[in-house]
């Protein structure tokens, strides 16, 4: 059973929907992280969380995403506002000391 | 500020042979944890060795090793024994102590002939 399952694994989106990507870790992890990866290129850190809180976030993490953990074990990222090049796999991880485990992954495709 | 570089964007290499994978990374944190993950063409990212700075030995993990030369600054991968599943897109991470993030290579994609 994987560490982190993320749901959708692929979702179509017109561009300026919102839209949810959800991960659930399979145990008590402390640390959550976003990452995204455009085809063909490198991965991309977006947002890490621990204490329910954001305790860092890259320039890309701008104001059309925001993450939360409603209930205490779903880890969501919204994206408010779709733009075509936020087509990408996004993906969510947990640290699990001391392996970092991430998700099968979310493929978004904007159109 | 932390790097990872990944100097092979695309190896090949015979089946039952050993292959390594490069890694280089810069840091001027005494803590870190090195990871290789390995993605195949459907995507996701699939966790296989950990090597924290402060272990003396080798991390192994099945065919997998990790050649840690710490004044050097290199993390290599070797897979033993290359099958045909292990075609796939490799990175390198790393992620410090005082920090959060995991920082990724570029990547090195792997193919076995048979």
């Given at each position: ?33 976003w ?40 880890f ?26 991430f ?9 | ?38 993605q ?28 840690f ?38 990547g ?7």
């Amino acid at each position: 059973e994987p560490e982190v399952t993320q749901t959708p694994s692929h979702q179509v989106t017109q561009m300026g929907q919102e839209v949810i990507l959800r991960c659930v870790p399979i145990s008590n992890h402390l640390y959550f992280y976003w990452y995204r990866q455009i085809l063909g290129q490198k991965v991309e850190f977006l947002v890490s969380f621990y204490n329910n809180e954001i305790s860092e976030k890259s320039e890309i993490f701008d104001d059309q995403f925001s993450v939360e953990r409603p209930d205490g074990s779903n880890f969501t990222l919204k994206i408010r506002s779709t733009k075509l090049e936020d087509s990408a796999m996004y993906f969510c991880a947990t640290l699990a000391p001391p392996a970092g485990f991430f998700g099968q992954g979310t493929r978004l495709t904007v159109v | 500020a932390q790097k990872i570089t990944q100097t092979q964007p695309g190896m090949f290499v015979q089946e039952k042979e050993a292959v390594t994978l490069d890694c280089t990374y810069d840091t001027s944190d005494q803590s870190y944890g090195l990871f290789w993950y390995k993605q195949p063409s459907s995507g996701e990212m699939i966790f296989l060795i950990y090597q924290g700075s402060y272990d003396e030995q080798n991390a192994t993990e099945g065919r997998y090793s990790l050649n840690f030369q710490k004044a050097r600054k290199s993390a290599n991968l070797v897979i033993s024994a290359s099958q045909l599943g292990d075609s796939a897109m490799y990175f390198c991470a790393m992620r410090s102590g005082t920090g959060n993030q995991f920082y990724f290579g570029t990547g090195t994609s792997l193919t076995v002939i048979p």
